[in-house]
């Protein structure tokens, strides 16, 4: 038996996955004027995923990966979906619970950033994970002009220098883990960016540097600089562009870690979202993504029958079958799954305990080549300052 966290995944025991213990996760995104990221459970009446058993207590189930030189736990949390993008805030209260327990069930990596909300999900993360900061390791990220207020980028060096001050007071603490560029600004050099970053490590502010949706060319560029712990970018069964166009392998390579945003298609990888979900396209991000047009959510429905057909035959969900597919493809992956559900949060982290053999990725992948993906994965003003 190879270890589950070999590079194709593996093991056995998924038949009496159901009494597991679990947890939470979430996921990447953008500003609502301009990007996106991470990906959530569509947002339900409350009883979709209810019966899934409550979290045990406890981290027996949960392992850690390492992101570069920075270990977290095998799932993360993005933390974006709780504040902004998928609809109203939740409520406060009910978003400080769900980190909470996602830490009490062994996560210890959350994802957030300046722009979402803008500053209420930093602002959450704060003070949520107060009590046990220095057990957790936080991720934000910088790049867009928020102060600007119309979502451009913009990551000049003192412009790094500022808003990193104002990240710091909002997650109440005197460090960033690991601080992302949250787009590549093609008016400044990535030279200049690390070397920004480098000086805020040396001044004990920042751990570790991360870029998000970065090229190929442009993290081995930044990397000369400043070794690059992480960089976000999505990845999910349904799209596999980072396979493709150098970004996997370049972080294989490197030694550089992989967290993919949108590990569940935002949702759409749950089979719960159909051609007549509305999404409202002044608080909900998904509303302008190609792949969420009618359209395409009934032309990629091929593409979730084949998760929850397999994952019916196993007795787990396809949300968990998603999640366990990108820790199963590299030991250096790290997903975000994000949720404000309770429910999902258990749902999710449950993922950590299906094991696939290579005879099912093999199946997947087989099946899944026979198919095809509809709809570009943002819009195209988003895409246009995407660099993967």
Known sequence: MQSPDAPQGVGLSRRNFMGKSALLGASLALAPALLAACSEQPKTDGTAGSQTPPPAKGTASMKTRKLGKLEVSELGAGCMSISANYGPPADKKQG????????????????????????????????????????????????????????????????????????????????????????????????????????????????HFGLSEANAQTIRRAHAVLPVAAVQTEYSFMERDVEKNGVLATCEELGIGFVPWGPVGMGYLTGKITASTPFDPQKDLRSGFDRFSPAAIAANKPIVDLLAQFAAKESITPAQLSLAWLLAQKPFIVPIPGTRNPAHLSENLAAVTVQLTPADLQELDTAFAKLKVHGGRMNAAQMKIVQS
């Open 96 to 207: 400080i619970q769900v980190l909470r327990t996602a830490h009490d069930n062994g996560v210890r990596f959350f994802d957030t950033a300046e722009v979402y909300g803008p500053h209420t999900s930093e602002e959450l993360v704060g003070e949520a994970l107060a009590p046990f900061r220095d057990h957790v390791i936080i991720a934000s990220k910088f790049g867009f002009d928020v102060e600007a207020g119309k979502g451009g980028l913009n990551s000049r060096p003192e412009h790094i220098r500022k808003v990193v001050e104002g990240s710091l007071k909002r997650l109440r603490t005197d460090r960033i883990d690991l601080y992302y560029q949250h787009r590549v600004d093609p008016n400044v050099p990535i030279e200049e960016v690390a070397g920004v970053i480098k000086d805020l490590i040396q001044q004990g502010k920042v751990l």
